[in-house]
């Protein structure tokens, strides 16, 4: 059986001879089809002029159900095919078909044609009558203005019936031309090789990154099932690249965003990926650093000796490393795995770096602030303890020695009050910012109040306590009862360590934020400790500062709640002459 392809050719050849012998029946033919088609064309002129009167006053808005009866008569009458156009292409109105079902007919080329000039005249096959028609239209124009077309048109039987007759004539000499069709060979085998080349050149686009590139393939023979084919295979991979594009976009975002650093390299240690974090970690360049080798990008010598073990050693590999990073030493746990592919091949290697500097230092911190609970809380309950002991062990102690020995029991109890309630306080504070009320406050109340607070402290200790409040209210956004721990703390430090005869000034001032400066004329305070002062138990003079009862908390304390405020504390300091501690909060903005 001979395939589609065969009977492709063959059916070419045929078409060859028909071409043949429809040349010698064309200079025979065209006269007659000629002669007709003119009688015929003005005979549907003069029936178009004949309908434009009375199709003019429905297309300025008539009833178009009345010019649908009229048509079906007068086409009756006239054997003859009407339609009614408007300007925009909708038909109004046929003599033989239902306007609503017909399409739009302004693209017609009858229609087109009497748009441009008035009259157009086109010949086709209609296929709402299933018979070859020629068609005629003229404009209808009111007033300067187009208002539609009138399109008539009649059958071209009698036509075809005569060219029918001269192709019966022409077809017993046909047998004469069956020499041309080894002619037609070679245009059967171009139209066999055009859609092999347009393949061609698809799949040479697609190869070149165009994978939108499709051929045509309307045909149902073996080169129309390969073309298919090709089609189907084009949309495959088109997909698949445009998930493969997806992932990997999803997958680079991820990598961006992650705060660990993410290195990827290949079997030679040329490196595939770098995230910003990792870039940053190891101070390169993420944008400049692809394709280099990993030994050229980095002198971290633990980082290379990592991807060694991982591609040639230990597979997994876990460290902590000690960088030095802008200046600044820091800890980076590092994770090392190999990359493999879905044999178990090895294709290279992805290495983890997550710094850890922030979590050592608060682990350090912890474990210092435990210990120096455990020995603040442990002093004042030992003495309390031995205080009671000796007491209860001596029933005979004489009255002024128990009576000191209670002295200092209340003593120390109040030092270990102070010191839980400072405690607490922090543990407030760090635990959950968000328990702190939040209000607009007027510092210049919470000063007064602090300042109201310790005038008998201050006349009991002869030091001068003077206030600066500014004229004007200082609102910030806060917790009053934190703000006034704040500046209770500072005052309350300012007098313990202040000499008789000194002076405190508490000044409140309001710029471009809310100020407040708490200045001594006390022993001041060594430059070597400044940076320090701030930390939690830390004391210059931990004798004098025990003897007036501090915690070592209170410091501590108010930069806890600046910090918590959106705010800062600052303090500069000279022995002998004095301290200045200023604390800066946003204002509110009241502007409505």
Do not use: C
């Amino acid at each position: 059986m001979h395939s589609r392809f065969f009977w492709k050719l063959f059916s070419g050849y045929v078409l060859l001879v028909v071409i043949a012998v429809a040349v010698v029946g064309i200079l025979v033919a065209r006269r007659i089809t000629r002669d007709m088609i003119a009688d015929t064309e003005r005979d549907l002129r003069v029936r178009a002029r004949l309908v434009e009167p009375i199709a003019l006053p429905f297309l300025g808005g008539g009833d178009p159900a009345e010019l649908q009866r009229q048509v079906r008569v007068l086409g009756t009458d006239i054997a003859t095919r009407i339609t009614i156009v408007r300007e925009d292409g909708t038909v109004i109105a046929d003599s033989e078909e239902d306007p609503r079902s017909m399409d739009n007919h302004g693209t017609r080329p009858e229609i087109v044609a009497a748009r441009e000039t008035g009259t157009g005249m086109s010949t086709r096959f209609s296929r709402t009558v299933a018979a070859n028609l020629m068609y005629f239209a003229v404009a209808v124009n009111q007033s300067g203005e187009r208002l539609g077309f009138v399109r008539t048109s009649l059958p071209l039987t009698a036509i075809q019936d005569r060219i029918g007759g001269v192709r019966r004539l022409v077809a017993f000499v046909g047998i004469g031309a069956a020499v041309l069709a080894l002619v037609l060979g070679l245009v059967v085998a171009r139209r066999v090789t055009g859609p092999l080349a347009s393949m061609t050149a698809a799949a040479e686009s697609i190869a070149g990154g165009k994978y939108d590139h499709r051929v045509p393939a309307t045909s149902q023979d073996e080169i129309g099932q390969l073309g298919s084919a090709f089609n189907r295979m084009a949309n495959e991979l088109q997909d698949r690249l445009a998930t493969i594009t997806e992932d990997r976009s999803k997958l680079l975002t991820i990598l961006g965003g992650m705060t660990e650093g993410v290195l990827a390299v290949d079997g030679k240690q040329h490196i595939v990926h770098l995230n910003a974090a990792a870039g940053r970690i190891l101070g390169v360049p993420p944008s400049e650093s692809l394709g280099k080798p990993i030994w050229e990008v980095t002198r971290i010598r633990q980082v290379n000796e990592a991807l060694e073990r991982v591609l040639h050693v230990d597979g997994d590999v876990n460290n902590e490393l000690h960088l030095d990073i802008d200046g600044r030493d820091r800890v980076v746990q590092l994770h090392g795995a190999p990359l493999t592919d879905g044999q178990g091949g090895l294709l290279g290697a992805v290495i983890v770096l997550h710094e850890v500097t922030e979590l050592r230092r608060l682990e350090t911190v912890r474990q210092e602030f435990v210990a120096n609970v455990s020995h603040e809380l442990k002093t004042p309950i030992t003495a309390i303890r031995g205080l009671i002991d000796t007491i209860v062990d001596d029933p005979d102690m004489p009255e002024d020695t128990q009576d000191r020995f209670q002295r200092k029991i209340q003593s120390q109890s109040v030092r270990l009050a102070s010191l839980v309630t400072d405690l607490l306080t922090l543990a407030r504070l760090d635990a959950a910012e968000g328990l702190l009320q939040s209000e607009p406050v007027d510092l210049r109340d919470v000063v007064r109040a602090t300042v109201d607070h310790f005038r008998a402290d201050a006349e009991e200790r002869q030091v001068n306590l003077t206030a600066d409040i500014h004229s004007e209210p200082v609102v910030v956004l806060g917790d009053i009862e934190a703000l006034g721990l704040l500046t209770n703390n500072l005052v309350d430090n300012a007098l313990k360590y202040t000499h008789r005869g000194g002076t405190v000034t508490v000044k409140l001032l309001a710029d471009d934020a809310a100020r407040l400066e708490v200045r001594d004329t006390g022993i001041g305070i060594g430059a070597e400790h400044l940076d320090r002062i701030f930390e939690r138990f830390y004391r210059v003079d931990k004798a004098r500062s025990r003897e007036l009862g501090g915690t070592g908390l209170g410091l501590s304390i108010v930069k806890r709640i600046s910090t918590t405020h959106g705010g800062s504390v600052s303090a500069e300091s000279r022995v002998g002459v004095g301290s200045t501690f200023r604390v800066r909060l946003p204002l509110l903005d009241q502007g409505g």
